[in-house]
Nanobody, 115 residues
Framework: QVQLVESGGGLVQAGGSLRLSCAAS????????MAWYRQTPGKQRELVAS???????NYAESVKGRFTISRDNAKNTVYLQIHSLKPEDTAVYYC?????????WGQGTQVTVSS
């Protein structure tokens, strides 16, 4: 069983920055592929960024150059650094883990960007 706890969301003005954190427990974190998704009401959850166990990253086109995913295996934590926030980035952001024993979601953290 893997537990994921997100933090760092909040209300920010357009152009601002945030850093989301996701603390993981219950598995060998360094072996997990991790990702951040986001979802707005009435829309499907979409992949924002992912990072493999060896550190390879991928990003949605809409966030390239503004979002950076990283991981600290010593702290069992994955981060999402967000710069130049836009109102369309407003969403609930979810942490996701893919491990050898299953796939897991965090509870989500709200990011609201005011114009």
């Amino acid at each position: 069983q893997v537990q994921l706890v997100e933090s760092g969301g909040g209300l920010v003005q357009a152009g601002g920055s945030l850093r989301l954190s996701c603390a993981a427990s219950g598995s060998i974190f360094s072996r997990n592929a991790m990702a951040w998704y986001r979802q707005t009401p009435g829309k499907q959850r979409e992949l924002v960024a992912s990072i493999s166990s060896c550190g390879s990253t991928n990003y949605a086109e809409s966030v390239k150059g503004r979002f950076t995913i990283s991981r600290d295996n010593a702290k069992n934590t994955v981060y999402l650094q967000i710069h130049s926030l836009k109102p369309e980035d407003t969403a609930v952001y979810y942490c996701y883990a893919s491990s050898a024993v299953g796939r897991y979601w965090g509870q989500g953290t709200q990011v609201t960007v005011s114009s």
